[in-house]
């Protein structure tokens, strides 16, 4: 079955750059996407890679997969305090409509 | 634009109460979905609905029961609540004919069961 897994928790300064990771175990996986979650609030879709590609930028989000690895990565460049709170990853698997999502990295900064 | 709504946003129940969660979306989608989210766990999928008049099971749906009431609305019923049942429980929704079927999401209802 489906699994994705992230680290907990990172903490970075303010202007620097973050990067959160996500392995995922499925090879069947067509879409990954990027959720943000703020306290009290839902999930908020931050961008999305199909599964051919090996990279795509939008303004300060880069996000980076090495389908090999089935290693997935968002990065935050100029990292600000508004960037804190949790970070979902999640997978469609071929042309399922459910998506798995991992567990979050809480992104903590700091001035 | 509303997106996706759900009602209530708090509530506490006794063990052994029953509760119905409600989701409504305005976006003409056609897929609906119940998720609870626990700490350190993620989002776990409870049940979801592809379309209209179907329902189906997700990753963990023992105590639960939903209806597909019609393309706006999909709620989720508790019929006799447990302590293990207290989390946070999101609604979404998708556009099946899309290709790319970002998931929408509600803000959540907060659950306490005592």
């Known amino acids: 079955g489906e699994d994705v897994e992230q680290s907990l928790f990172l903490s970075v300064r303010e202007g620097d750059s973050s990067v959160i990771n996500c392995t995922y175990t499925?090879?069947?996986?067509?879409?990954l996407y990027w959720y943000k979650q703020e306290p009290g609030a839902g999930l908020q879709l931050l961008t999305y890679?199909?599964?051919?590609?090996d990279m795509k930028q939008d303004q300060r989000l880069t996000v980076l997969l090495n389908k090999k690895d089935k290693h997935l990565s968002l990065c935050i460049a100029d990292t600000q305090t508004g960037d804190s709170a949790i970070y979902f990853c999640?997978?469609?698997?071929?042309?399922?409509?459910?998506?798995?999502f991992g567990t979050g990295t809480r992104l903590q900064v700091t001035l | 634009n509303a997106g996706v709504t759900q009602t209530p946003k708090f509530q506490v129940l006794k063990t052994g109460q029953s509760m119905t969660l409600q989701c409504a979306q305005d976006?003409?989608?056609?897929?609906m979905y119940w998720y609870r989210q626990d700490p350190g766990m993620g989002l776990r999928l409870i049940y979801y609905?592809?379309?209209?008049?179907?329902?189906d099971k997700g990753e963990v749906p023992n105590g639960y029961n939903v209806s597909r009431l019609n393309k706006r609305e999909f709620s989720l019923r508790l019929e006799s609540a447990a302590p293990s049942q207290t989390s946070v429980y999101f609604c979404?929704?998708?556009?099946?004919?899309?290709?790319?079927?970002?998931?929408?999401f509600g803000d959540g209802t907060r659950l306490s069961i005592l």
């Open positions: 999640a997978e469609r698997a071929g042309t399922a409509s459910k998506l798995t």
């Open positions: 609905s592809a379309s209209e008049g179907t329902t």
């Open positions: 499925d090879s069947s996986s067509t879409y």
């Open positions: 979404a929704s998708s556009d099946r004919d899309r290709e790319r079927q970002p998931q929408h």
């Open positions: 976006m003409n989608h056609n897929s």
């Open positions: 890679i199909f599964s051919n590609m």
